[in-house]
């Protein structure tokens, strides 16, 4: 399986950004996709997922109401919408996958990089 997120850059406090990541090597839905991020100096945390039964979403408590995760299964595509971008929210972003059994994500992007300035 592989992921290549893309859509990251440098936007102004307040702004939006639209994240992708297009998932190639299984048959889409096989897995379960969601997105994380790490900030300069901590630890990776978890952004944004969808759960294994039903396919509703659910978020970090610092993300939710500003961001949005959602999924083209034509595309192969999954998405995270961000808006009211805080400068807290600079950090690399990466999508991943896990079997929908499993809590573990053990498929990883290579990350794109969100800059928001004050």
């Known amino acids: 399986v592989q992921l290549q997120a893309s859509g990251g850059g440098l936007v102004q406090a307040g702004g939006s950004l639209r994240l992708s990541c297009e998932v190639s090597?299984?048959?889409?839905?096989?897995?379960?996709e969601g997105w994380f991020r790490r900030a300069p100096g901590k630890e990776r945390e978890f952004v944004a997922g969808?759960?294994?039964?039903?396919?509703?979403?659910y978020y970090s408590d610092s993300v939710r109401g500003r961001f949005t995760i959602s999924k083209d299964n034509a595309k192969n595509s999954v998405y995270l919408q961000m808006n009211s971008l805080k400068p807290e929210d600079t950090a690399l972003y990466y999508c991943?996958?896990?079997?929908?059994?499993?809590?573990?994500?053990?498929?990883w992007g290579q990350g794109t990089l969100v800059t928001v300035s004050s």
């Open positions: 969808f759960r294994s039964t039903g396919g509703s979403t």
């Open positions: 090597g299984r048959t889409f839905g096989e897995y379960v």
């Open positions: 991943a996958a896990r079997n929908s059994w499993s809590n573990e994500y053990i498929f």
